[in-house]
């Protein structure tokens, strides 16, 4: 077994909500945490006041293309965030992203493109 092989073994499968460090912004309150999950993607969480998540047992999720920094469609409505998750929500995301990181990807380029679709035909 290679490093390479190993450490994604080791490492990417030990990834989830737990390894998340927040921190809590001093003028809005809003607890935030990101953690990179693939060279390619970055999850990125928020709660509190102003947010769909009370940053305590819900959060509002995103998920980054590192590649060209902007975010991927994770909502199956179109949208690029994802709500009031739960920790456990949160960690199926990031293992969804983690196992298996061209479907994810592919996806939520089908998303996108259905949500373009369907505002053109509007």
């Not at 409505?77 to 990031?94: A, F, H, M, R, T």
Request: hydrophobic content about 35%; glycine content about 10%; charged content about 20%.
């Amino acid at each position: 077994m290679h490093f390479n092989q190993l450490y994604d073994i080791i490492v990417c499968t030990m990834k989830d909500f737990n390894n998340l460090k927040f921190n809590t912004s001093t003028t809005t309150g809003l607890h935030t945490g990101t953690m990179l999950l693939t060279d390619n993607m970055t999850i990125s969480i928020i709660g509190g006041d102003g947010a769909y998540g009370d940053g305590q047992k819900s959060f509002e999720v995103c998920v980054i293309d590192n590649i060209n920094n902007e975010p991927l469609t994770i909502s199956e409505s179109g949208g690029d965030v994802l709500g009031w998750q739960s920790k456990e929500q949160i960690d199926q995301l990031i293992k969804s992203v983690i196992d298996d990181p061209g479907k994810f990807r592919a996806d939520c380029d089908m998303r996108m493109l259905n949500n373009v679709m369907e505002f053109e035909e509007s």
